[in-house]
């Protein structure tokens, strides 16, 4: 069986949060003799899984990327933030190392296509998909490119060598295979966990160990994720149609636990701010919509109102499908999530109190 087949057959879907069918991606670079960037970066806010890969699984990531640019001999890069320790390693291994400033959007896919072909770590804006190569908005010749997270280039590998059988029993017919998420925050031993979809959150909660007090709020996915009370997370499995009816996917693999010390709007509020000096400043919706969702908040934390929740919620709505890349989709995600989650304690700090007792009301 060829590679690709057994990656259709598989269902190996891409493990940096998209979810897009890996065969696809690696079809159409072989039929447009592609480059290969494995985008080792973790770029979204709790991710550690991409540079666990390079630091315990990097013959496997290599092979992974030499059996997707067999056929055509395509350049293979890695990506890394600079100085990071993932980029030390990648280099000290001899590859061609790919090094990206630690922005939010650096690593998105578009953004390393430019960065690989001298340009900035800046999102393109797509006419056709640069696995097919083209011109960027400037006009300039892109050479056809793939980029593929870094676990799943090692699933790759993985798939090469034990067949689609071995993978697919793991996981759920929906979300096959095994797969990484990196476990943080308030837990006592944050790690990179080894499980498939389908598992009970509560279970991946349990191998990383609660503090006293336990926490009260997850974090789904960073940035471009989603909140759930712990209630819900403990009731809830490690899949995507588990998670839908709360906005979100299991995504890029993070699950993070709030520190109850904290009030959780003060948590949102640092979030929004990272956000609004991480837009880059390409489009307008973007530009001017994440600071403004990002000031109403801090706003509405501080001062709660009606009317200043109504805007907000209008401007986080207004994100949806506006920009260049899913930067703004992903953030208007997160604002409309912590409405939902954290609306009681907005409510708690109109009437001038904050209930995470242990530290002053945000303001
Ligand atoms: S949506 Fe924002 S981050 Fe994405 S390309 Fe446009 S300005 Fe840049």
């Known amino acids: 069986m060829n590679l690709i087949d057994a990656l259709d057959l598989a269902g190996l879907t891409g493990r940096g949060g998209a979810a897009f069918g890996t065969g696809i991606k690696v079809r159409a670079a072989a039929e447009n003799k592609a480059d290969l ?17 390079v630091g315990y699984h990097l013959d496997e990531l290599v092979e992974g990327a030499r059996l997707v640019t067999s056929r055509r001999r395509g350049r293979i ?8 320790e993932t980029a030390h390693r990648l280099r000290a291994a001899g590859l061609d190392v790919l090094e990206t400033p630690d922005r939010y959007v650096s690593s998105e896919e578009t953004s390393l296509i430019s960065l690989a072909q001298g340009g900035l770590a800046r999102p393109m804006t797509k006419r056709a998909p640069f696995v097919m190569g083209g011109r960027d908005s400037a006009g300039r010749r892109i050479r056809p490119t793939v980029v593929l997270n870094a676990e799943t280039v090692w699933r790759v590998a993985q798939i090469a060598e034990r067949g689609p059988d071995w993978f ?61 009370t712990m209630t819900e997370g403990r009731r809830a499995r490690w899949s995507s149609a588990d998670l839908a009816p709360f906005g979100g996917s299991i995504g890029p693999g993070i699950l993070d636990v709030l520190d109850p010390r904290l009030c959780p709007l003060g948590t949102v509020d640092r979030f929004l701010s990272y956000a609004a000096g991480e837009s880059a400043g390409q489009c307008g919706p973007c530009m001017f919509g994440v600071p403004a969702v990002a000031a109403d908040w801090r706003e509405l934390a501080a001062h ?35 409405f939902r989650v954290f609306g009681q304690h907005l409510g708690e700090h109109a009437r001038g109190r904050c209930p995470s007792e242990r530290t002053p009301a945000h303001a």
């Open 168 to 228: 697919r029993s793991f996981g759920t017919p929906d979300e096959p295979g095994p797969r990484l998420v990196s476990v943080t925050g308030y837990v006592m031993s944050p790690h990179v966990v080894q499980t498939e979809a389908g598992v009970p959150i509560g279970d991946l909660l349990d191998a990383a160990g609660e503090f006293a007090p336990v926490g009260e709020h997850l974090l789904i996915g960073g940035l471009g994720g989603f909140f759930l």
């Open 77 to 84: 890069r890695y990506a890394a933030h600079r100085d990071s």
């Open 304 to 338: 709660p109102t009606q009317s200043v929740l109504d805007r907000m919620r209008h401007r986080a709505d207004q994100l949806a499908n506006r920009g260049a890349c899913r930067f703004p989709d992903g953030v208007g995600r997160f604002a409309t999530s912590a």
């Open 37 to 53: 960037i494995v985008n080792a970066c973790d770029g979204e806010i709790g991710a550690a899984k991409d540079g666990w890969v």
